[in-house]
Each structure stands twice: as structure tokens, then as C-alpha cells.
């Protein structure tokens, strides 16, 4: 039981990291990363395609990308899908390969990012908050109905609050780093 409590927090935490990382890879710093492409959807003959299986993606140097289609038919669908998308990049399309360049961000933009970063983070401290509280209620339910001592529940809270505090460092040190890239020029 009290493993499974642990085990079970420690999976809910874990997963609000990796969503926080996911999250945090879609807001835009000044250089080119290829995650920023990863929510456009190419329509591949009638089905709804991530544009990594239609196309090599790649960052020839930190301000721009280069999309070499699969298949030079999709040149077309892929440019449409670029401009449909809400990347806020202008393809352009050379008849064989499709260029985006990044435009620098300025001073007003970079602090809005990393507002929005800031939010993110805490989004994700309270869902790391909202798992130990859960994870709290399971052994209050176990001291409850006998299943566990008090000397053990106390125990387990202790170190259901530790793994809180290990994760939130986590999630503040992942957000730093990420308005760092954002601010620095």
C-alpha cells in the first residue's frame, strides 16, 4: 500500500514534467528549434499528417529552417500548412525545398514569452501540488481504515512532501533555463 502510493505519485509528477517539457518546446525563443514545428499537420492524401512524416525538417543555421518534402507534391500542402498553422512564420517556397526564417524577437515580445513561461511552470507546480494532495488523501483513507500506523503515515507524508519539493525544483530549474534562452539575445 504504501509503496503503491508513492509509486503512484511519483508517476502523476513525473508526467506533469515531461507535459511541462512538451509545453515549454511549442513557446518560441529567438532561435530556430525544430519542435516549433511539431503541431503542423500536413494534409497527406486526405489524412491529417505530422509534417516530420512528410518532410525532413531541419535548422541550417539558428534563424531559419529548411523542409525538404518526401515527395516534391507535397510542396504545396506543406506551404498551406505552414501558413494555416499558428507558428507565425512566412514559407518560402523555392520550387524544391520550403524556408522559414525566424524574425528576432524584441524586448516587448521576449517578456511576454516569458510570461507565458512563467505560467506554464506554475501550472505545473499545481498539478504537482494537486498529486501529493492526492496521494495524502490515500494514506489518510489507509490510517483511516486501519490499513497503515500513524508512525508510518507520517513517515509517508514526510516523503510524499519531499518528492513535492524535489519536482518543483525540477520545474522551477526547467523554466529558468527556458527564460533564459528567451531573454538573451
Known amino acids: 500500500m504504501v509503496t503503491e502510493v508513492k509509486k503512484s505519485a511519483n508517476e502523476k509528477m513525473d508526467k506533469t514534467l515531461k507535459s511541462l517539457a512538451e509545453e515549454l518546446k511549442k513557446v518560441r525563443t529567438g532561435r530556430a528549434q525544430a519542435s516549433m514545428l511539431d503541431g503542423v499537420k500536413v494534409n497527406y492524401y486526405g489524412s491529417m499528417s505530422p509534417l516530420s512524416q512528410v518532410a525532413s525538417v531541419s535548422t541550417p543555421d539558428a534563424k531559419s529552417f529548411l523542409i525538404a518534402p518526401w515527395e516534391a507534391a507535397m510542396l504545396k500542402e506543406i ?102 534562452s528567451i531573454l538573451t539575445l
Open 79 to 180: 506551404e498551406q500548412a505552414i501558413i494555416k498553422s499558428d507558428v507565425g512564420l512566412a514559407p518560402i517556397n523555392d520550387g524544391k525545398v520550403i524556408r522559414l526564417k525566424v524574425p528576432d524577437l524584441n524586448e516587448e515580445r521576449r517578456k511576454d514569452l516569458a510570461k507565458q513561461v512563467k505560467k506554464i511552470a506554475e501550472e505545473a507546480r499545481v498539478a504537482v501540488r494537486m498529486s501529493r494532495q492526492d496521494a495524502n488523501e490515500l494514506v489518510k483513507k489507509a490510517l483511516k481504515d486501519k490499513k497503515t500506523s500513524e508512525d508510518e503515515a507520517k513517515k509517508l507524508e514526510t516523503e510524499i512532501q519531499k518528492m513535492t519539493d524535489d519536482f518543483i525544483k525540477k520545474i522551477d530549474q526547467i523554466a529558468e533555463e527556458k527564460e533564459k
